[in-house]
């Protein structure tokens, strides 16, 4: 039996305590992920109820379904943590490129309100203990810059 949507699913009860093994549904297990995905908690707390239950009536495929999504989410957090970073390192340096632009140039520094060297010294103090050797140096950098 096909499942047409998430909400029809979750609302009939029997589904959620069946604990029998239901892997003759194919792809069961993703179409209660994907439901994780839905702005309402009540939605929410049914699939991780129902997902444990569906896993209790064949542990030997729904066990390692669920240790592998844990495991894929921790790993895509990682990478996301260092793509983040990157982008951090990349923007900081963009920061000091403009004030390198403002040093040789002569530009005038009354052009920046002070709400923006607030701002970016906020910026810079809040990345200075950054896990990031090179995000450390570029805020120096940009401490230096500033302090010309």
Do not use: T
């Amino acid at each position: 039996m096909p499942i047409s949507s998430p909400e029809r699913f979750f609302k009939d009860k029997q589904h959620l305590a069946l604990r029998k093994d239901l892997s003759s549904h194919a792809h069961l297990e993703n179409f209660v992920i994907e439901s994780f995905q839905f702005p309402f908690e009540e939605i929410k707390s049914a699939a991780f109820y129902a997902l444990g239950n569906i896993a209790v009536g064949n542990l030997s495929k729904y066990l390692p379904f669920i240790l592998d999504q844990i495991d894929n989410l921790l790993l895509h957090f990682l990478k996301e943590i260092v793509n983040q970073q990157k982008k951090q390192y990349l923007l900081l340096h963009s920061l000091k490129e403009v004030y390198c632009y403002i040093v040789r140039q002569s530009v005038d520094k009354a052009e920046f309100q002070d709400s923006s060297v607030e701002k970016i010294l906020n910026l810079l103090s809040n990345h200075c203990e950054s896990e990031g050797e090179g995000v450390c140096s570029v805020v120096a950098e940009c401490l230096g810059k500033i302090a010309l």
